[in-house]
């Protein structure tokens, strides 16, 4: 039985636009909201009874931020395969092993095909700090199967991933609350 949501032909309107299977949306600069416009994006996948699943690679297992709750709540897979802040680490050899073990397990969400949408959070950073390969990154999306989507967030996305994005949107910061000594304050960053 085939699923109306996902067109069996990509045919060209007269307007000459065309239905696509999937998209790659990318959401990167250095404002807020990265995380949290995907966050939104795969709530509205759920709500479609879309399988959804999210791999974040600098976030530990250890926090417990409220998009996981509510997002495994509604049916989402959701894998935290960071060590916590990167940069406060100890042991870099051990975050960029986390990382490579995070795109492993992304790279397999994504081959398998199950899932409608995968989120890659915070993924540029580990491509970067070349714990990731970019070019591996690329390659797997460019041959995703046709009903996956992908979005990757993350500060200075990389080139090659902004170019065969279908999407890519940068946040702009204008004014943030921690630069007038503002916490982050639950509920509202996390």
């Known amino acids: 039985m085939s699923d109306p949501e996902i067109p069996s032909e990509s045919p060209l309107s007269e307007g000459g636009m065309r239905v696509a299977k999937s998209l790659v949306l990318v959401n990167t600069g250095n404002g807020k909201g990265k995380s949290t416009a995907a966050f939104g994006t795969a709530l509205r996948a759920l709500a479609l009874d879309w399988p959804v699943a999210v791999v974040q690679f600098l976030k530990s297992g250890e926090w417990r ?112 609350a921690f630069e007038q000594k503002i916490v982050a304050k639950k509920g509202i960053d996390y």
């Open 65 to 176: 931020v409220g998009e996981e709750t509510m997002l495994r709540k509604l049916g989402a897979e959701w894998y935290a395969e960071g060590d916590g802040f990167t940069w406060d680490s100890e042991n870099l050899d051990e975050s960029a092993a986390l990382a490579a073990a995070a795109w492993e397990k992304a790279k397999g969400l994504i081959n398998d095909g199950r899932h409608r949408l995968v989120v890659l959070d915070e993924i540029s950073y580990a491509m970067t700090w070349k714990w990731v390969d970019t070019t591996d990154v690329v390659a797997t999306i460019v041959n995703r199967p046709e009903t996956v989507s992908v979005i990757l967030t993350g500060r200075d996305m990389a080139e090659e991933v902004i170019t065969i994005a279908d999407t890519v949107t940068e946040m702009k910061q204008i004014k943030h």
